[in-house]
């Protein structure tokens, strides 16, 4: 069992930064890889950034460029730098883990809001 605990989201201007940070707990050992979704109001959850155990990333491309997922070399917290933020941003952010098994966990969310 992973459990994942989001941090970090808030009320940003257009042209702004936020980090988000996840910290996994439990069995992080287990995980494979972790990533960043999202879900705005209305729409599905889409894939935001992952990286894998060996540190291959992949970003969506509305965020190329602008957002950089990385893990702490304890390898169990996970954070989402964002720049130059767009009021189209403004979702709900959840972090992911798939375990080595395939099993998949998501934490709480935390909310992002872009204004313009």
């Known amino acids: 069992q992973v459990h994942l605990v989001e941090s970090g989201g808030g009320l940003v201007q257009a042209g702004g930064s936020l980090r988000l940070s996840c910290t996994a707990s439990?069995?992080?050992?287990?995980?494979?890889?972790l990533g960043w979704y999202r879900q705005a109001p209305g729409k599905q959850r889409d894939m935001v950034a992952t990286?894998?155990?060996?540190?291959?990333?992949n970003y969506a491309d509305s965020v190329k460029g602008r957002f950089t997922i990385s893990r702490a070399n304890a390898r169990y917290t996970l954070y989402l730098q964002m720049n130059s933020l767009k009021p189209e941003d403004t979702a709900v952010y959840y972090c992911?883990?798939?375990?080595?098994?395939?099993?998949?966990?998501w934490g709480q969310g935390t909310q992002v809001t872009v204004s313009s």
């Open positions: 990286i894998t155990r060996d540190g291959n990333t």
């Open positions: 439990g069995v992080p050992f287990a995980i494979n890889a």
């Open positions: 992911n883990a798939v375990t080595f098994s395939g099993s998949s966990y």
